[in-house]
């Protein structure tokens, strides 16, 4: 079956500090979401990537989405207090059906120190 | 407010009983899953729907029930053979592709379930 894997599991990043969070896949992608879950919240959706090599900016945040549509990755910079909580990768597989399952990463969980 | 609401917030099950948590959307929307969350394990899809009247298994539906009876209405039964239920289950929800909604998942704010 689909194995997706986000690496690291855990990030402690000193304030103003740049780091990035991967997830990787084992099969060719549809596409990929990533939500962000505050503790004690819920998942709230981020951003989607679809075409390969796709690169897509919020304020801060980088999202990019590989050539062979295995893999995604998404940087912070200057880290911010804000910036705490879990990020998801979320994916739906080429040979699953588009609004069937959407199968998620174990998640990045963000740690910041002021 | 449009949204998804889910009830209870916390809910403590006995040993042999079954209990039902409730998600209710107001947004319309076709596509309505219910997702388990473990400590450091993601979330793992219990069961879906996408119409009425119709639902699948995810990858750990063993132990759960659901129903759709309801667009808006998504219930799901944790039963007595879940021998392991102490978890946060989020309920989401999206629209049918092409209606300019996208895919993505809009989630309720979750119930903590735990055994006695």
């Known amino acids: 079956g689909q194995q997706v894997m986000q690496i690291p599991q855990y990030q402690h990043v000193q304030e103003g500090e740049d780091f990035t969070t991967y997830c990787n896949s084992s099969t060719t992608l549809s596409n990929i979401q990533w939500y962000k879950q505050r503790p004690g919240g819920h998942p709230v959706f981020l951003i989607q990537l679809v075409k390969s090599g796709e690169v897509k900016k919020q304020k801060r945040l980088t999202f990019q989405f590989g050539e062979a549509k295995k893999n995604s990755s998404l940087h912070i910079t200057a880290t911010q207090t804000t910036d705490v909580g879990t990020y998801f990768c979320a994916v739906t597989s080429m040979t699953t059906d588009s609004w069937g399952k959407l199968q998620f990463g174990a998640g990045t969980q963000v740690v910041v120190t002021p | 407010d449009g949204g998804i609401t889910q009830s209870p917030k916390y809910l403590f099950r006995k040993e042999g009983q079954n209990v039902t948590l409730s998600c209710e959307q107001n947004?319309?929307?076709?596509?309505m899953y219910w997702y388990r969350q473990d400590p450091g394990q993601g979330l793992r899809l219990i069961y879906y729907?996408?119409?009425?009247?119709?639902?699948q298994k995810g990858d750990i539906a063993e132990g759960y029930s659901v129903s759709r009876e309801k667009k808006e209405s998504f219930p799901l039964t944790v039963t007595s053979a879940q021998k392991n239920p102490t978890a946060f289950y989020l309920c989401?929800?999206?629209?049918?592709?092409?209606?300019?909604?996208?895919?993505?998942?809009?989630f309720g704010s979750g119930t903590q379930l735990s055994v006695l």
């Open positions: 729907s996408q119409i009425v009247n119709d639902f």
């Open positions: 947004l319309n929307h076709d596509a």
């Open positions: 989401a929800s999206k629209p049918r592709s092409g209606t300019g909604g996208g895919e993505k998942l809009f």
